[in-house]
């Protein structure tokens, strides 16, 4: 009998659990899974009668000891910052790893212990990061097998609403942080084009944004992440002349939000004096010129450039900014009003479904042919609790770390899942929950 | 005797210096001249025999102790930073203390003590802060006590160069620390207008800028500064409805400045990778779109929304923007990139002169009526030593010292010149050298 030991039970994690306990008795495996809450534990394993819930506090010392000495893999569904501590215990105890975020530095210096230990810490291993690696891998390991020279690399995902349920006129819901959608973009954004270094600062990521198209579900648009520089070396495209990585909305979304960037209405260094007393519109007004004899309508349309009847300030109505109806919030800095705000217009319904789009396109030259090849995915969700983003980041975990147990992942150290070993079972696998890539050749 | 003690002999040294040494027989005083660099205090004390030059570390405890316990009153001109350490020995020997910076929060604790020590720290009693103070409480005052009410106090100060040496069609040269000039505006800006606040992102702060004239030197445009609402409290103005700080510049600095600003040509927050093998023309690339059949110029005109062939662009081609030159400087920020371009083309010459302007704006109503009241200055540099600058820093702080150890300056405690009592002798004096103020009522 094998420990699996899950600490977490965020929304990210139903998939997840259901899939290990559902496997539990086949393969033989006790699947316990800790939260500082238990009740979220229960509640997630409601259905999941193989599991057993523990109530779990990852900073004490002795029951973060306990348990991870106990396990014989411990998967971390924990906020990023937090996996150093579990990391540190495993390689202690010499236990296998697996989690969805960013690999840190810290869990980095881990590498050769970790070999020594013949255990593998294996790391973004969600969607994005997850996914989005191990496919862009297997076309990229696949074209430079027939050798095709890569030119470009673009790749983009999106937590989107599913199209059913996409009622609003930004096309757009929250489905998964309201926080880091508001505040997106706030680091600038660098890129590589035809050779050349870009650097986008915060007031510009939302003009750059590109349209795309995905098969079967229409038209979106794409803007620029932080940093798509570090890419290269993880993907061994060191010189590759265009490398780009975007965030995937509705086509319209980036046009929209940027008038609010402009403004200043996104911005989250300073309080606004008297926040709670303002309303939307005295909140809008404190961005804008006085100009007596224009509304603030006017007013904002003029300085970002728009027509007052132009779709775009239809959206900007929509969202009840113009209204004299009271924030309500106190202390509170622009992106705060704004997510107030949007938290109300934007919000997922009960019966609402979400879903996850991922493209990447890749432009290469093979026998002196110049060729695009793009490669989709869309994922809609099940239901409130079996979201897309539940499915996309859970099962590519759980399916890695039934691999890792059963020994068909044998990699050990500190890993990423972009060698085929690890991509190649674990894409395989997730066809079957219907996350797959569909390539297409394109022509520019 | 008493003994003056000058702690700091920099640029806005010199009138300071000059003046205090020429009076040092009438008034029987010693005056003591100290900086890090004791040539340098040498080099200013040239032409004035009665001062006594020392090298002084004001991080050194023994030396501060010492020359603080022997002087009556000590004058601070170090970085604003390095006042506290000053001020702490002059609370604790009893002694005046005179400085041009911003009062600290740290050095504000001081007031019960110094009020018992019965001594005065005096600060902000240079340019702006300074001048501005005084010279816009003078005709608060005024207006208060004829019965006026105030609606709007707009204020605005601006170091460029004087008419005869400007020369270059920016109308601009650095005249004071160019990395400030470079930097400008990063922290946003914050003003209230017709009773709201009004809150100015970076990116839109130069968008901003407003037409001014002031009589005898033509048009002028300031955009705003960082925080006007301080001022509120400082001036006694806490429920007018509009405050406003700005900096002057010559008309169109702002929106040739702004196009630089909003490609992210000013950002001061990464580094440019491989900064210096690029030259200035792949530096402004690196902000634009890849466009294969635009040059350069055309991509950025086309970005910012100019004209190519408009004075804005001839601003920024006059620049060398977008030449193909070596920037020759490594691990740069974008701000440290256009600080080296801009040190070569915006220089001031050995001969060139500055000049300060300076101009208040009052509206008010009295008895019924609605006026406007404008209160401007202009003083130009004499030499690259007395510089408009050292003239409108030096002499202020100057003449509080001298009528501090006069005992005209009665006050006590950690003060502003926004008293009577001091600005009106100190007003009056600055006249007799050249620093004077014009008011004229004006029509909207």
Known sequence: MKNIFIIGAGLSTPCLIEYLTERSEEYNWKVTVGDISKEMVEKRL??????????????????????????????????ARMHYLVAKACIRYKKDMVTASYVSNEVKEFHQQAKENGTILLNEIGLDPGIDHMS???????????????????????????????????NYKFTWNPRNVVVAGQGGAQFISHGAYKYIPYHKV??????????????FENYPNRDSLKYRTIYGLEDIPTIYRGTIRRPGFS?????????????????????????????????????????VEQKFAK???????????????????????????????????????????????????????????????????????????????????????????????????????????TSTGVKLPTTKDIYEPILKELESFGIKFTEKEIEE
Chains 1, 2 share one sequence.
């Open 136 to 170: 862009a891998m297997k076309v990229i390991n696949e074209l430079k097998e027939s050798g095709a020279k890569l030119s470009a690399f673009r790749s983009s995902t999106g937590g989107l609403v599913a199209p059913k349920y996409d009622n609003n006129p930004w």
């Open 46 to 79: 409601q259905d999941c009668p193989n599991g057993k819930a523990i109530a779990f506090d990852v900073f004490n010392d002795k029951q973060r000891a306990k348990y991870i000495r106990e396990a014989d893999l411990v998967i971390s569904m924990l906020p």
């Open 303 to 409: 300085y970002v450039g728009l027509e007052d009847d132009s779709i775009f300030m239809y959206r900007l109505r929509w969202l009840g900014l113009f209204e004299d109806k009271k924030i309500e919030l106190k202390n509170a800095t622009p992106a705060q009003i704004m997510q107030k705000l949007l938290e109300t217009k934007w919000k997922l319904d009960e019966d609402d479904k979400d879903m996850i789009v991922m493209q990447h396109r890749f432009d290469y030259e093979l026998n002196g042919e110049q060729k695009i090849l793009e490669s989709s995915m869309a994922v809609e969700g099940q239901d409130s609790i079996c979201t897309a983003m539940a499915i996309t980041v859970g099962y590519p975990v759980a399916i890695a770390s039934k691999l890792i147990l059963t020994g068909e992942i």
């Open 206 to 219: 939302f003009t750059r944004s590109q349209r795309m198209h995905i098969n079967g579900y229409g038209e």
């Open 255 to 295: 046009k929209t939000w940027q008038t609010l960037v402009e403004i200043g209405a996104t911005d989250d260094s300073f309080i606004v004096e008297n926040s709670e007393n303002m309303t939307y519109r005295d909140f809008i007004n404190t961005f804008l010129r006085y100009e007596e004899e224009l509304t």
